[in-house]
């Protein structure tokens, strides 16, 4: 059973402005890189990758030991919009032979690929309350040194 709040990576602790301590002190210190996408993505999950990889870049929290993590929530994604597709073209309710109305069984395939998707972008820092948590921090001006003469 898991105790307390999961470890946050270094990198999202430094764009939130955290102090680090704890465990991350002698944490591990994955490189930064992008990287390629796995052959075995269909067109669907490709066509994502291209479209997150450059909003990871820029936060510079990806590493190249990300990519199976980074393909799991492409593939996640393109299941659940295939699986969408398919109830808008099928219906969302089937019946059985004895007339009974249920849920066609697409509206599971998209609920479980739709929760591991959200998974996954919460370990990227894509949904919306994980943006909330990071703050942007400015780099602090160099002083000239006029303005410690002015304000003395």
């Not at 492409?74 to 249920?102: F, H, K, P």
């Amino acid at each position: 059973m898991p105790r307390g709040r999961k470890p946050v990576p270094e990198a999202i602790l430094k764009i939130r402005g955290s102090r680090i301590r704890g465990p991350h002190r002698n944490s591990i210190q994955a490189e930064p890189g992008m990287p390629p996408a796995p052959p075995w993505l269909c067109d669907l999950a490709r066509s994502e990758w291209e479209r997150i990889v450059p909003m990871l870049e820029s936060s510079k929290v990806m590493s190249l030991r990300h990519q199976q993590t980074l393909a799991a929530y492409c593939d996640s994604y393109a299941d659940m919009v295939q699986a969408d597709a398919e109830l808008r073209e099928q219906g969302a309710t089937v019946t059985d032979e004895r007339g009974r109305v249920s849920n066609h069984p697409a509206w599971m395939r998209k609920k479980d690929a739709r929760l591991s998707m959200l998974r996954f972008a919460a370990e990227f820092g894509l949904t919306a309350s994980a943006l909330a948590r990071v703050n942007a921090i400015e780099a602090p001006k160099e002083s000239t040194g006029d303005d410690d003469r002015m304000f003395a």
